[in-house]
């Protein structure tokens, strides 16, 4: 039985104010041309289908179409689809009884019994082989918030005490059905959570849960699991011999993504388990690019660059790179913006993101950003952090008498 994951999608994304239709409707194609040709059983989406609780049209058009032509190419695809913690659960869900119809299985909600206990029998989605045969029981298990586990009073971590029990109990569920009902048939977990051992992105990947207690163990899932399709971290990667993965996204969503290789993982599952996994890297249609290559430069020396880098041959402007600029600070500079742009002007790239480095982080130090150390926030005074802050960017200086009262000004405005 051949299945696979992918997690993460994140449609409707806005990057630095472009949109990115083009390379999800690309990486959406790539799938089709994937499920036609390798005729998969199943297909795992592990969360964080769209970027946010209220995507766009555009984003959503996408999903819906390809959903329907999926189920078009390939009448014996089953697709379980979960939401992440991007995702408005209850509205991906929504549609859940007209999907089936077209073997697509969506959960985005904890359903309760009549007695307010967990309703483990709705993560259960049984996948019929080739034959008609269950050869697989999915736990397709969304993200999860601390009210929907259950509760672990006097535990030292309620929050990874809490998902442990949750998947434990849902295994047991799953192990009663397939005993009950499907013998023979493996079982798939899917989550979307943090492991604690599992490298993240600086920018795209929200925390979890406030708090810090928010990660877990790739032990968290029992053994009966053959194999758990995870979302949530943007990076491909495995834990547990390859038994834990994640997928990954298919697109990079921040600039700190851009050396990653998107992939989906293909597997190949028999009655003894979890057989072969494969990786199938997802092309990348538009290049992200940072600028200088190494270290930052001076604004003089960073206009030279712009001006005679290479940015590719795109005829097409949704296919241009994303450029993220990096200079050296040389203290405020109202026009740099202007000077960046007229660099750039004509190019066949987007220009996202401008960020500045300070003198002593490009030479190799380490300095304390603005804010750090301060303790509590509640008790800090914002002025003090404007302060900090101006000092930390412009080597030691003084804000002038303008900047200061018109932040003030905010201030009141804020306060009332
Ligand atoms: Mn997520």
């Not at 996408?62 to 190419?73: H, I, T």
């Not at 790239?349 to 982080?361: G, H, Y």
């Not at 150390?373 to 804000?399: C, K, N, T």
Request: proline fraction near 7%; glycine fraction near 8%; hydrophobic fraction near 40%.
């Amino acid at each position: 039985m051949r299945v696979f994951h992918t997690a993460d999608w994140h449609l409707g994304q806005t990057f630095h104010e472009y949109d990115r239709d083009h390379e999800h409707a690309c990486f959406l194609d790539w799938l089709l041309q994937n499920i036609a040709t390798r005729k998969p059983h199943a297909l795992l989406v592990s969360g964080d289908v769209f970027d946010s609780v209220n995507p766009p049209a555009s984003a959503q058009r996408l999903y819906y179409e390809f959903l329907q032509k999926a189920a078009d190419l390939h009448p014996g695809l089953q697709m379980v689809v979960t939401a992440g913690n991007h995702d408005a659960a209850a509205r991906l869900e929504a549609p859940a009884p007209l999907l089936k119809r077209i073997h697509v299985h969506v959960v985005g909600t904890v359903g309760r019994t009549e007695d307010a206990e967990i309703d483990y029998s709705k993560f259960l989605v049984p996948l019929p082989n080739a034959a008609g045969e269950v050869g697989a029981i999915v736990l397709a298990v969304p993200f999860l918030r601390p009210a929907d586990l259950p509760p672990m009073p006097g535990a030292a971590d309620v929050y990874n005490a809490g998902m442990a029990a949750f998947y434990a109990r849902l295994t047991e569920h799953a192990c009663a059905l397939r005993d009950g009902q499907h013998p023979g048939a493996v079982l798939i977990g899917m989550g979307h959570c943090h492991l604690t051992e599992g490298a993240e992105s600086r920018d795209s990947e929200r925390r979890l849960v406030v708090g810090g207690l928010e990660s877990l163990s790739a032990e968290t899932f029992p053994r009966a699991l053959c194999y758990v399709a995870l979302g949530h971290l943007h990076k491909p990667q495995s834990f547990d011999d390859g038994r834990v993965q994640y997928s990954g996204s298919p697109i990079p969503l921040s600039f700190t993504e851009r050396t990653y290789h998107h992939r989906i993982w293909e597997l190949e599952f028999g009655p003894a388990g979890l057989l072969e996994r494969r990786s199938l890297e997802i092309p990348r249609v538009v290049p992200l690019l940072s600028l200088p290559e190494g270290r930052a430069v001076s604004m003089d020396a960073l206009e030279e660059v712009l001006r005679n880098a290479h940015y590719g041959s795109g005829t097409r402007p949704e296919e241009y790179p994303f450029l993220e600029v990096r200079y050296l600070d040389d203290g405020p500079e109202p026009g740099r913006r202007y000077r960046i742009e007229q660099a750039l002007a004509g190019k066949p790239v987007r220009l996202a993101t401008t960020k500045f480095e300070p003198r002593e982080q490009a030479a190799g130090g380490q300095e304390a950003g603005p804010g750090e150390g301060l303790g509590d926030l509640r008790s800090v005074d914002p002025l003090e952090v404007l302060l900090a802050a101006y000092r930390e960017r412009h080597e030691g200086g003084e804000p002038e008498a303008a900047l200061l009262s018109a932040f003030r000004e905010i201030l009141t405005e804020v306060n009332e």
